[in-house]
């Protein structure tokens, strides 16, 4: 069984006029978004995203349990945002990235990572650090071409350009990364608001210097304003360490910390009531091919 340690810290940037980054982190639901157009819809994008997920995921028997469960959340709030522009123009082009985690299998220590866009989760074990998610940016194409490096990808003038993010149109691809936790792991998701401000090795430092989850959160978010603070930083950073099953809460999903959501905005009800359709619907076409192919 393994269970999670949680942290959380935002911040509107030294230059921002307000943040349009939202968090979720819930039992077993550890979520970054990074809203962006104009008018405060960028704030409305990122909000319905991470609530559309904490809604889907408390309601369901035991959560979300499998990595297609995970993706047609994430399509389905999609799906709410891109609505909810339709019904209001005054939001028409909003959108969001999103990046985190889902504890899928507590006792067999599954986890699935998803995201869309260019935040980041990354995965801190036996003292090194890697990027688990793959940036859809332009800068991160010109890396993938070799005509550009990741230290010159984090000052290029077309940085902020992302190739792929929620609500811009009815339907997005979803990454998806089911792993296995190790005790120890440590996962950080942050918004583009850090990553832009500092190198993989000042995150590092960082880390090998924080004394908990919540430290590292804050020293990230005060790392990302030292450097610039050019954009709105959002962090959440989850540990995991393996208990015995009998020291672990009897729902199986033990949590030692968890922070309340952001506030959050949701979509009108009328779309509340399509889009839980839709996802029903998805997990129904599932398991009807499930069945299918085992009587076959």
């Given amino acids: 069984m393994i269970r999670a340690s949680v942290g959380a810290s935002t911040h509107v940037g030294r230059i921002r006029d307000g943040n349009e980054d939202s968090y979720v982190v819930i039992d077993g639901l550890y979520f970054v978004a990074d809203g962006m157009g104009g008018h405060s819809a960028g704030e409305v994008a ?35 945002i891109f609505m909810e522009a339709i019904e209001d123009p005054s939001k028409a082009g909003m959108g969001t990235t999103l990046t985190g985690l889902v504890v899928t299998d507590p006792v067999a220590h599954k986890v699935v990572v998803a995201n869309v866009g ?33 230290a010159e990808a984090r000052v290029h003038f077309q940085r902020n350009i992302v190739l792929r993010a929620m609500g811009i149109e009815s339907y997005v691809d979803v990454d998806t990364f089911p792993l296995d936790v190790e005790d120890g ?29 919540q430290d590292l959160a804050d020293r990230l ?60 619907l998805s997990a129904a076409i599932t398991i009807a091919v499930v069945v299918s192919a085992s009587v076959s």
């Fill in 46 to 80: 990122s909000a319905i995203a991470v609530g559309t997920l904490s809604d889907l995921h408390t309601s369901a028997p035991g959560g979300l349990v499998t990595e297609d469960q995970v993706a047609d959340a994430v399509s389905t709030a999609n799906l709410a």
């Fill in 185 to 213: 792991d440590r996962f950080i998701m942050c918004s583009d608001g850090l990553v832009d401000e500092a190198a993989d090795d000042e995150i590092e430092l960082e880390i090998r210097e924080a004394t908990d989850v």
């Fill in 118 to 150: 260019d935040s980041r989760t990354y995965l801190w074990r036996h003292g090194e650090l890697r990027q688990v998610t793959k940036d859809h940016s332009h800068v991160q194409s010109l890396v993938d071409r070799g005509a550009i490096t990741r």
């Fill in 221 to 280: 978010v005060d790392l990302a304003n030292r450097n610039g603070g050019r954009d709105n930083t959002t962090v959440v950073v989850v540990d995991f360490e393996t208990v015995d099953e009998t020291t672990a809460s009897p729902e199986g999903r033990d949590v030692v910390c968890t922070l309340p959501a952001t506030d959050v905005s949701r979509p009108s009800r009328w779309f509340a009531v399509g889009a839980w359709g839709m996802f029903a």
